[in-house]
Nanobody, 124 residues
Framework: QVQLVETGGGQVQPGGSLRLSCEAS????????MGWFRQGPGTEREFVAA????????NYADSVTGRFTVSRDYAKDMLHLQMNDLKVEDTGIYYC?????????????????WGQGTQVTVSS
């Protein structure tokens, strides 16, 4: 099993920045890809970004491309999500998740393990 803990959420004004972190523990050697998803009030969980755990491939949703960046801290088994130029529509609970093999990565159903989520609120 893989355990995931997200940190770094908070409230920020439009145009501001936040950095989320996801720390993985347990069978981290089984991770192939880690993704970030978000869920706003009354909406489905949507894909934000993903990174192959031991590779360089990164993928982003169109809505965050150019504003959000993922990076891995190999020493701490952590994946960060740097969010710049935040917009009101970025508000939601942000979750990290992992899948153990290649294949699809844009659907929540394609991931096996999930963190508890961290709230991001963008408001003036």
């Amino acid at each position: 099993q893989v355990q995931l803990v997200e940190t770094g959420g908070g409230q920020v004004q439009p145009g501001g920045s936040l950095r989320l972190s996801c720390e993985a523990s347990g069978r981290t050697e089984s991770i192939y890809r880690m993704g970030w998803f978000r869920q706003g009030p009354g909406t489905e969980r949507e894909f934000v970004a993903a990174k192959i755990w031991s590779g360089i491939t990164e993928n982003y949703a169109d809505s965050v491309t150019g504003r959000f960046t993922v990076s891995r801290d190999y020493a701490k088994d952590m994946l960060h999500l740097q969010m710049n130029d935040l917009k009101v529509e970025d508000t939601g609970i942000y979750y990290c998740a992992t899948r153990g093999g290649p294949g699809g990565f844009r659907l929540a159903s394609e991931y096996e393990y999930w963190g508890q989520g961290t709230q991001v609120t963008v408001s003036s």
